[in-house]
């Protein structure tokens, strides 16, 4: 009994609920994971991988990615035929060694990103060009992937 009093270990009552219970099970959690302070936990993670956008139409499938601060000779985009493969490096100049950093969201380094197609595509005929920071690669679908209109006799 005083085991669970000190520790507020679940009390049943008939009043209570079990989403209650949960609720309340939740919020120590929340108490817990904030009490870690600035850890991996909560910290938010920037990381260098690019976000990218697919989609498709009938002829191709489209990806946009942002890039910012990466030039186009930093940038190695290949082809296979199961998808992209875009990697390259972005540099960040540094503060100095004296500088304290308040907030650094901000990342440098080589990124790696791979981008599964859902159809096959010509490997020939990818185009790829750099545009204020956006990546776009335009990617044709091979000639078996796309679709095909049947006429109706």
């Known amino acids: 009994m005083l085991y669970r009093k000190m520790f507020a270990f679940p009390e049943w009552r008939l009043r209570t609920t079990p989403f209650a219970e949960l609720g309340r099970m939740r919020q120590q959690m929340d108490r817990l994971i904030e009490g870690f302070g600035d850890t991996p936990f909560n910290m938010a993670k920037a990381g260098v991988f690019p976000l990218i956008n697919l989609s498709e139409d009938a002829e191709s499938y489209h990806i946009r990615a942002e890039l910012p601060g990466v030039t186009a000779d930093a940038l190695d985009i290949q082809a296979t035929e199961k998808g992209i493969s875009v990697s390259g490096e972005r540099k960040i100049a540094t503060e100095g060694k004296d500088a304290k950093y308040h907030r650094r969201e901000r990342?440098?380094?080589?990124?790696s990103r791979m981008v599964?197609?859902?159809g096959a595509i010509n490997t020939e005929k990818v185009?790829?060009?750099l545009v204020n920071g956006i990546l776009n690669v335009l990617v044709p679908k091979a000639e078996a992937a796309k679709p095909r209109q049947i006429a109706v006799n």
């Open 107 to 111: 990342e440098a380094g080589c990124f």
């Open 116 to 118: 599964g197609l859902p």
């Open 127 to 129: 185009e790829a060009n």
